[in-house]
């Protein structure tokens, strides 16, 4: 038991910092060997095979965030019987989680075994870039799948039974009414950024060389924002199935704060030390390197200025989620879509590539906007089911 968290007692802060900084510091791994990755290509191969390598970006997310989405709608309704104090229920959802997940995820990988050669075909993304690159990463999530497989035997809370994989019909629909909005929103993102994508790569190779350099950097702005979002979730989810409605606001506040605070500190962090940090994806003896640094800055450079809505969307979005709702969540995935695609397919016809730049923080302001409405929305409708 010392293992789990229980989010429904004890300071909200101090608990979604507790919960959050062992995320931040597994999504900074991950993002590290990206990072590394696209260092050895950006400097060994040049500014060629960097762009080549962001060509694909967004594939590669969409993928992703489909098993992201999958398995945040389960752990909603996990930590929802936790916070309830219904354990039965609880096992039952980890049970038929594992059995869903083991499902969608040989069909995912059948999907993208048929597709990927083909993807990166068409996008003349040089094979021999990715093939030492794959192997190292499904290694590396093997070895993290087994760590986590090991740790949770050891948990007698969630140790299941023979009677947890009895099929549970309505159990697998109540999961799946929670999962699917979650993937068809990652789906709208990562289709707006296609869009975005085919933009970028109209603009030449230097220009998508530089969107590159960023990109990889993206991830480290996003990672404490990420694993915030993660805890708001267990928090509100807990404490939603314990009914205690208050104490969600008290954490709404709390993550609010938290977002503000470390948004500024990586905004901070970013300008100043901004060129240096991109200068490692870049061949510096390259001629074309002074125009590619300037274009990576100067998206970076805005990025870092809205990063603080990028955060909030975090906050709101998953505090949404955990209260279960996860249509709300799914129409800003649409903001999101919506926003993309006007900047790629409107506003840089219009206004030349410039706007491209502002395409990534417009989507982040556009969704979070929508969540804060939603919030709004649901606590005044959780008050008057309460008062009644």
């Not at 199935?241 to 962090?269: D, E, H, M, N, P």
């Amino acid at each position: 038991m010392s293992r789990v968290k229980d989010m429904t007692s004890g300071k909200p802060t101090k608990l979604l910092l507790l919960f959050s900084f062992p995320l931040i510091l597994g999504n900074l791994g991950q993002q590290l060997y990206l990072i590394v990755d696209a260092i050895t290509v950006g400097q060994g191969v040049g500014v060629e095979g960097l762009a080549a390598v962001g060509a694909t970006d967004w594939t590669y997310w969409l993928a992703l965030w489909v098993i992201q989405g999958t398995t945040q709608g389960f752990g909603i309704l996990i930590a929802q019987y936790f916070g309830e104090g219904s354990r039965e229920k609880m096992r039952k959802a980890i049970a038929m989680s594992i059995g869903l997940c083991v499902g969608t995820g040989v069909l995912l990988t059948g999907i993208c075994l048929l597709i990927a050669r083909p993807m990166l075909r068409l996008l003349q993304t040089p094979e021999n870039i990715f093939n030492g690159a794959a192997a190292a990463t499904v290694i590396a999530q093997f070895i993290a799948f087994l760590y986590c497989f090991t740790v949770l035997r050891r948990m007698e809370l969630v140790k299941l039974q023979r009677k947890d994989w009895h099929v549970d019909r309505m159990m697998i629909k109540r999961l799946f009414s929670l999962a699917l909005p979650l993937v068809l929103q990652s789906i709208l993102i990562a289709a707006g950024g296609m869009v975005l994508q085919s933009a970028i790569n109209r603009q030449g190779f230097l220009f998508l060389a530089g969107f590159t350099a960023t990109n990889k950097v993206y991830g480290l702005l996003e990672s404490s924002a990420i694993s915030l979002g993660y805890a708001m979730t267990t928090y509100v989810a807990q404490n939603y199935g314990a009914g205690l409605q208050q104490r969600i606001r008290q954490g709404v506040k709390s993550g609010v704060g938290i977002a503000v605070l470390f948004s500024v500190g990586v905004t901070i962090l970013m300008i100043l030390g901004g060129k240096p940090i991109l200068s490692l994806f870049i061949d510096t003896s390259s001629s074309n390197a002074p125009k590619v640094l300037e274009i990576a800055y100067q998206y970076l450079f805005i990025m870092s200025c809205l990063l603080c809505a990028l955060y909030l969307l975090y906050v709101f979005r998953s505090t949404l989620q955990g209260m279960g709702n996860t249509i709300i969540p799914m129409l800003s995935g649409l903001m999101e879509f919506l926003a993309r695609v006007c900047a790629a397919l409107i506003g840089a016809r219009i206004w030349g590539e410039t706007v491209l730049f502002f395409a990534e923080p417009g989507a982040w302001i556009a969704a979070a906007v929508l969540l804060v409405f939603g919030c709004i929305w649901k606590f005044r409708k959780e008050s008057r089911t309460f008062s009644d």
